[in-house]
T-cell receptor, first 114, second 114 residues
Framework: AQSVTQLGSHVSVSEGALVLLRCNYS??????LFWYVQYPNQGLQLLLK??????LVKGINGFEAEFKKSETSFHLTKPSAHMSDAAEYFC????????????FGKGNQVVVIP | KAGVTQTPRYLIKTRGQQVTLSCSPI?????VSWYQQTPGQGLQFLFE???????NKGNFPGRFSGRQFSNSRSEMNVSTLELGDSALYLC?????????????FGPGTRLTVT
């Protein structure tokens, strides 16, 4: 079955600094990959997705992610953190095989320091 | 299009009681999935419904059940509530059950069991 690993449950970043959230996946077939963001007391909102087209994917709010097959990674970045980026971020992998067809990582709680 | 809606948004129940949560998917979406989110376990898949049929089920006890109606609206029921059932319950809808299973999430129902 496919799975996702996100290291570091809490990530602190200074306002204006680079945001980097790491995601490594495991899948027996080429996957589709997603990043979701969750603000307090809200559901998950899709930030961006990789669907086997361009390996560099641009999403909303200035975020982007690069799919690297050799490293089985799909790290999320944003050049300059804003206070409004404080939220929880989830990486998810989708595979056409397996019962749980959308598997989520544990999430990264991002804190932005003024 | 209106997004996924969930009712109620907040709920407080006592151990031993049962509870029913409701989800209305995005218009035209026929697949509805349910997830439980807790600080300790993260996002866990409960079950998925498509055309009123349960297609997939996660590793939860039989106290957790669901159904889907002909208009694609879905309900989930938890019987004999336990303290550990306190969680945010998220509903997500998809246009189909085909890969890549892109899902759109509702705001969730926060269930507190006392």
């Amino acid at each position: 079955a496919q799975s996702v690993t996100q290291l570091g449950s809490h990530v602190s970043v200074s306002e204006g600094a680079l945001v980097l959230l790491r995601c490594n996946y495991s899948s027996s077939v080429p996957p589709y990959l997603f990043w979701y963001v969750q603000y307090p007391n809200q559901g998950l909102q899709l930030l961006l997705k990789y669907t086997s087209a361009a390996t560099l994917v641009k999403g909303i709010n200035g975020f982007e992610a690069e799919f690297k097959k050799s490293e089985t990674s799909f790290h999320l970045t944003k050049p300059s953190a804003h206070m409004s980026d404080a939220a929880e971020y989830f990486c998810a992998v989708s595979s056409p095989v397996g019962n749980n067809r959308l598997a989520f990582g544990k999430g990264n709680q991002v804190v932005v320091i003024p | 299009k209106a997004g996924v809606t969930q009712t109620p948004r907040y709920l407080i129940k006592t151990r031993g009681q049962q509870v029913t949560l409701s989800c209305s998917p995005i218009s035209g979406h026929r697949s509805v999935s349910w997830y439980q989110q807790t600080p300790g376990q993260g996002l866990q898949f409960l079950f998925e419904y498509f055309s009123e049929t349960q297609r997939n089920k996660g590793n939860f006890p039989g106290r957790f059940s669901g159904r889907q109606f002909s208009n694609s609206r879905s309900e989930m029921n938890v019987s004999t509530l336990e303290l550990g059932d306190s969680a945010l319950y998220l509903c997500a809808s998809s246009p189909s059950t085909d890969f890549p299973y892109e899902q759109y999430f509702g705001p969730g129902t926060r269930l507190t069991v006392t």
